[in-house]
């Protein structure tokens, strides 16, 4: 079975922290993604990767940036938090196979911006 | 660009009934399909997918979907409704030309499934 995990499920942060959240998938991987999910909006890509190294923006990338060093891992980071970026945050990874192919999801982290 | 509407917010079904769970979508060219089920403070657990052929699509817990290319819908089917299914729904799609970016969602509908 696919698995996918994140360092958190609950976080706290005040306004201005630097925030990281982590993203591991243990299938050899080549695709990973950042969504942020609201009520009312469904899910929206942050960020996308299809490579270590390499990174692409999704459809909401301002405030956020992302790192991917190794294969299996995929970053996201606030630069400096704020309120508006109080959300649930998932993770996502796929084969690199085309477009059908499917994304398996980590179990989220909600994260609180104080 | 490519969208997907869930109509609905919300959809009450009584338990043993049969449910229907709708979703339209919009691609430029020919569309991948996803259904995927979100249990409360949890991820996204995959349900079915529509890439090509036969447009009824069987997933798991008993969940199916009809692709209808005419209507450019993808609704969420099963015969007869659990209280454990109740949870939040999202339909999905990719253009099928597109490169290796992420779904498109829709906003969710919420399932809930009356005793």
């Known amino acids: 079975d696919v698995k996918v995990t994140q360092s958190s499920r609950y976080l706290v942060k005040r306004t201005g922290e630097k925030v990281f959240l982590e993203c591991v998938q243990d299938?050899?991987?080549?695709?990973m993604f950042w969504y942020r999910q609201d009520p009312g909006l469904g899910l929206r890509l942050i960020y996308f990767?299809?490579?270590?190294?390499?990174?692409e923006k999704g459809d909401i990338p301002e405030g956020y940036s992302v790192s991917r060093e190794k294969k299996e891992r995929f970053s996201l980071i606030l630069e400096s938090a704020s309120t508006n970026q109080t959300s649930m945050y998932l993770c996502?990874?796929?084969?690199?196979?085309?477009?059908?192919?499917?994304?398996?999801f980590g179990p989220g982290t909600r994260l609180l911006v104080l | 660009a490519q969208s997907v509407a869930q109509p609905e917010d919300q959809v009450n079904v009584a338990e043993g009934n049969p449910l229907t769970v709708k979703c339209t979508y919009s691609?430029?060219?020919?569309?991948?399909l996803f259904w995927y089920v979100q249990y409360p403070n949890r991820g996204l657990q995959f349900l079915l997918k529509?890439?090509?052929?036969?447009?009824l699509v069987k997933g798991s817990y008993g969940f199916e979907a009809e692709f209808n290319k005419s209507q450019t819908s993808f609704h969420l089917k099963k015969p007869s409704a659990l209280v454990s299914d109740s949870a939040l729904y999202f339909c999905?799609?990719?253009?099928?030309?597109?490169?290796?970016?992420?779904?498109?969602f829709g906003k969710g509908t919420h399932l809930i499934i009356q005793p």
């Open positions: 996502a990874s796929t084969r690199f196979g085309g477009t059908s192919e499917t994304q398996y």
């Open positions: 299938m050899d991987h080549e695709n």
């Open positions: 990767s299809y490579d270590v190294k390499m990174k």
């Open positions: 691609v430029s060219g020919n569309p991948y």
């Open positions: 529509y890439i090509t052929g036969d447009n």
């Open positions: 999905a799609v990719r253009d099928m030309g597109g490169g290796a970016d992420g779904l498109t």
